[in-house]
């Protein structure tokens, strides 16, 4: 069965560049979450969708941030303009979004803003 | 709000137990999970409990839970290289979609 799938897996860009995130999460799921990983800060919530609908998007860093959810098997999240802080590993992850069931995750995007 | 904390280091020399702590605040939390990332990977679901349960144990792993106490842990048995990674402790609420992750306690295992 196919996970979650992210691409790209790697990302290196100039500070200024729009950036585009990708992900298809497992079929039948209902929910997809977007994580951003650092060293500093872990690993956090930007924000979430059930049944292709923004529900919490209060862990969106910024204006810069915007997440799309056109249809139950795609999702993106953009940054523009991008910055050099902007730069950690991307997770998305998906659920049935049935009550308390687990979140699959993706492998992630690395993204280093120069 | 929730608040899940885990120390952040561990080492253990292989063939022994470790055990992976953590706390969390939430009184009404229905679900804590455990995460593994090993380098240059997502997290990938280990086990998860329902909050009615004190212990599960499938294979190497053990998880206990102390409800009273907010307390969870994973003891895995038998520790080999391949189980160095980072092991997140995660909980959910009643109804709720969302998890919230700890730090995660990153795994040393000692040839």
């Known amino acids: 069965d196919a996970g979650v799938i992210q691409s790209p897996r790697h990302e290196v860009t100039e500070m200024g560049q729009e950036v585009t995130l990708r992900c298809k999460p497992i079929?039948?799921?209902?929910?997809l979450f977007w994580y951003r990983q650092t060293m500093m800060r872990g690993l956090e919530l930007l924000i979430y969708?059930?049944?292709?609908?923004?529900?919490?998007d209060s862990g969106m860093p910024e204006d810069r941030f915007s997440a799309k959810m056109p249809n139950a098997s795609f999702s993106t999240l953009k940054i523009q303009p991008s910055e050099p802080r902007d730069s950690a590993v991307y997770f998305c992850?998906?659920?049935?979004?049935?009550?308390?069931?687990?979140?699959?995750f993706g492998d992630g995007t690395r993204l280093s803003i120069l | 709000g929730e608040d899940v904390e885990q120390s952040l280091f561990l080492s253990v020399r292989e063939g022994d137990s470790s055990v992976i702590n953590c706390t969390y605040t939430?009184?009404?939390?229905?679900?804590l999970y455990w995460y593994k990332q090993e380098p240059g990977a997502g997290l990938q679901l280990l086990t998860y409990?329902?909050?009615?349960?004190d212990m599960k144990q499938d294979q190497r792993l053990t998880v206990l839970l102390n409800k009273k106490d907010k307390h969870l842990s994973l003891r895995i048995a038998d520790t080999q290289t391949g189980d160095s990674a980072i092991y997140f402790c995660?909980?959910?609420?009643?109804?709720?979609?969302?998890?919230?992750f700890g730090t995660g306690t990153r795994l040393t295992v000692i040839p």
């Open positions: 992850a998906s659920s049935s979004g049935r009550d308390n069931q687990p979140q699959h």
């Open positions: 969708f059930n049944n292709n609908v923004p529900i919490d």
């Open positions: 939430d009184s009404s939390s229905t679900y």
């Open positions: 409990i329902f909050s009615n349960m």
């Open positions: 995660a909980e959910s609420s009643p109804g709720a979609n969302n998890l919230f």
């Open positions: 079929s039948g799921h209902n929910s």
